[in-house]
């Protein structure tokens, strides 16, 4: 019998304690690991100890903004390549204007999730973060992508680090 791979760990980062609970739980059916975090300090910390695969990320956070998480997250080697997709009720155009140094206006358009959305608008907007985020990291490292580890890892790989590192400087 084949080993079987371990779940995509999403990282939900919002204050509204009841929404990152109805969001777990619709995420933890899908069979997704679910990690929560409520301010931007914890948020920045639990990315850095849990490595998610995604992070579904609200703008408006005590502790440090979204905006300011998101720049955080992107200039650290070890989460650089974590997807990140803003759940938020504030408009694209708003959204952009905070988020303009952390992320293109085109990237943000697929990155963005606007609150209030339903369960199914949750779970496409995961599974196509995921999947872009696969295949950008096989084209880029050759390595295996979020959501494709298998325990233990084979031991001849380079480290992670060593991968984003060729990552950042091919690009």
């Not at 650290?76 to 992320?103: D, H, K, Y």
């Not at 609150?115 to 295996?144: I, M, Y």
Request: with cysteine.
């Amino acid at each position: 019998m084949g080993e079987r791979p371990v779940p995509e760990k999403i990282l939900i980062i919002d204050d509204d304690v009841a929404l990152v609970n109805q969001i777990g739980r619709r995420l933890r059916a899908s069979g997704y690991e679910v990690l929560a975090a409520f301010d931007g300090i914890s948020a920045v910390r639990q990315a850095h100890a849990g490595q998610p695969d995604l992070i579904l990320l609200d703008i408006k956070l005590p502790a440090g903004g979204g905006a300011a998480v998101c720049r955080n997250l992107q200039s650290s080697v070890n989460t650089a390549l974590i997807p990140i997709i803003f759940v938020t009720g504030l408009s694209r155009e708003n959204l952009e204007e905070q988020c303009a140094n952390e992320m293109p206006s085109e990237k943000l358009a697929g990155r963005l999730l606007s609150k209030p959305f339903t369960g199914e608008e949750l779970l496409a907007k995961v599974k196509n973060a995921l999947r872009a985020a696969r295949e950008e990291a096989v084209g880029a490292t050759g390595a295996e992508a979020p959501g494709t580890r298998e325990s233990p890892p084979p031991s001849d790989s380079a480290t992670l680090d060593e991968q984003i590192l060729r990552w950042l400087q091919a690009r």
